[in-house]
C-alpha cells in the first residue's frame, strides 16, 4: 500500500430494489457527484446509480485531471469558475484527501492571432470570475524556466495567459470520496450492473431494464461517459452527440520540479507533473468518430513531437504508458445537462475534454434540478433545447485538443 491508494475509504454495498426515487445511469465522476449532492443537499437517499463496470471505470479513470475555469464564453467561465471552487473544499467536505493541488496553467500563443485570442480569454475570465492574466514570453520563462520560448525554430513563443488558480487531482481518489460520501447516507451503488433498456409509459420514463432485473423510479438520469446515443434513442431522443477517442500518455519519473500545467492552442498540446512525478502528456482528440479504446503510436510520434518543441528536457525521458478514453461532442462543443422532451429522463452529457473539471459542479445542479423541478441558472443556458432555439453556446478555442 502507498499514498496512491485510498486505504480509509469504506463503500457500504446493498442488495437492488426494484423501486427508488431516483435512478442515475453512469458510476463515473458525474453520477457518484450528482448522488452525493441528492444524499447531501436535499436529503434524498433513496436513490441507485448503476455502473455496468465498477466506480470510475469508464472515461473518468481515463483522464488527465486538470481542473481550470479559462473559458471563453461568459456561462462556461461562471460555471467552471464554481466546479473549482467546489473542488478546493472538496477535501474537507468529505474528509478525503484527493491530491488537489493548485498548479496554474499556462496557454501559450505562437502568432498574432492567438496573442489576442489569449488576451480576450484573459479579459472574458476577469470579467466573470476566474482568475487570468494575459502574460509575456519574459514572464512565460519566469513562470515555467523549462519552455523553449523559439519553439524549436518553429513555433516561437510570444505571450499566453495565465490562469493561477488551475489545479490537478486524483481521478479515482474524487470518484471514491463522492461514492463513499453518497453510499454512507444511504445512496445505492450497484456495479457491474448494465443498462439494457427502459422502461416506459407513454412519454415518460419510468425506471430501466438491467442485468439485475427491472427497477423503477419517478426520475431517470444518463451520466453515462460514451455510447449516451444508444441509451437516448432507448428513450425515443435522438441526440446530437458525437464520439471521439482521445489519447494520452506519461513518462517516467523527473524530478519534482515542473510546477504549472502548460498548455498550447496552436500546438494542441498539454503537458503536466503527476504526483508520482511522471510527464502527463496529451493532444488533440481523434478526428474520426469511434468508440474504440485502442491505443495508436501515430498519436505517440504526433504528440511527443509537439510536446518536446515547447519543453526539450521531454527527449531525455521514455514513454512509460498510454491510453484511451472517449469524449462525447455536442456541435458547440459545450456540455448538455437538464431536461428532454422526455417526462422523466434528464441528462448530463456533451462533456468532450472537459468532464472531469465539472464533476462537483455538474453533480451539484444536476441534484438541484432534480430535488426542486427546476432548472438552476448556473446550467440553463446549457440545456438540450438551446440547439432548437439556435442559442448554441459555441466554445472550442477552449478545449485545446481541438
Known amino acids: 500500500m502507498n499514498e ?43 436513490v441507485a446509480v448503476l455502473e455496468r463496470k465498477y466506480i470510475g471505470g469508464g472515461n473518468s479513470g481515463r483522464n488527465t485531471t486538470v481542473i481550470r475555469a479559462n473559458y471563453g464564453i461568459r456561462e462556461a467561465v461562471r460555471f467552471y469558475q464554481h466546479s473549482l ?42 470579467a466573470f470570475g476566474a482568475k487570468t492574466e494575459f502574460v509575456t514570453p519574459k514572464q512565460i520563462q519566469e513562470i515555467c524556466p523549462e519552455v523553449d520560448l523559439t519553439g524549436g525554430g518553429v513555433w516561437p513563443v510570444m505571450g499566453g ?19 463513499e460520501g453518497a453510499m454512507k447516507r444511504g445512496v445505492h451503488v450497484h456495479q457491474n450492473t448494465a443498462v439494457t433498456n427502459l422502461i416506459k409509459s407513454g412519454n415518460r420514463v419510468i425506471g430501466v431494464e438491467t442485468t439485475a432485473g427491472p427497477m423503477h423510479a419517478d426520475i431517470v438520469m444518463s451520466a453515462v ?27 517516467n519519473h523527473y524530478e519534482q520540479k515542473f510546477h504549472p500545467i ?21 493532444a488533440e482528440i481523434d478526428r474520426r468518430p469511434s468508440y474504440s479504446y485502442r491505443s495508436g503510436y501515430h498519436f505517440l510520434q504526433t504528440c511527443a513531437h509537439r510536446a518536446m518543441t515547447m519543453l526539450p528536457f521531454l527527449r531525455q525521458l521514455r514513454v512509460l504508458r498510454q491510453w484511451t478514453g472517449v469524449c462525447d461532442m455536442s456541435p458547440d462543443y459545450s456540455p448538455i445537462m437538464g431536461k428532454t422532451p422526455v417526462d422523466g429522463f434528464v441528462i448530463t452529457t456533451g462533456w468532450g475534454t472537459w468532464g472531469f473539471k465539472a464533476i462537483p459542479a455538474g453533480g ?17 443556458p446549457f440545456s438540450l433545447d438551446r440547439f432548437a432555439k439556435d442559442r448554441t453556446k459555441a466554445d472550442r478555442g477552449s478545449a485545446g485538443t481541438h
Open 4 to 46: 496512491f491508494q485510498e486505504r480509509q475509504v469504506n463503500f457500504k454495498w446493498h442488495e437492488p430494489k426494484k423501486n427508488y426515487d431516483v435512478i442515475i445511469i453512469g458510476g463515473g465522476g458525474h453520477g457518484v457527484s450528482t448522488a452525493y449532492y441528492l444524499a447531501t443537499r436535499h436529503n434524498i437517499t433513496n
Open 85 to 126: 471552487e467546489l473542488y478546493q473544499t472538496l477535501e474537507q467536505e468529505t474528509d478525503r484527501w484527493i491530491m488537489h493541488k493548485q498548479k496554474g496553467i499556462l496557454w501559450m500563443a505562437h502568432s498574432e492571432t492567438a496573442v489576442r485570442q489569449e488576451k480576450a480569454r484573459a479579459a472574458i475570465n476577469t
Open 161 to 179: 495567459s495565465y490562469h493561477p488558480e488551475a489545479a490537478t487531482a486524483r481521478h479515482d481518489r474524487v470518484n471514491w470520496a463522492l461514492a
Open 225 to 251: 461517459g460514451g455510447h449516451v446515443t444508444s441509451l437516448g434513442k432507448m428513450a425515443g431522443l435522438r441526440l446530437p452527440i458525437r464520439t471521439h477517442p482521445l489519447q494520452a500518455f506519461v513518462t
Open 262 to 282: 502548460v498548455a498550447s492552442t496552436s500546438l494542441l498540446t498539454y503537458v503536466s507533473q503527476t504526483a508520482r512525478g511522471e510527464m502527463l502528456i496529451g
Open 364 to 380: 451539484e445542479q444536476m441534484a438541484q434540478l432534480i430535488a426542486t423541478g427546476e432548472t438552476p441558472e448556473l446550467i440553463a
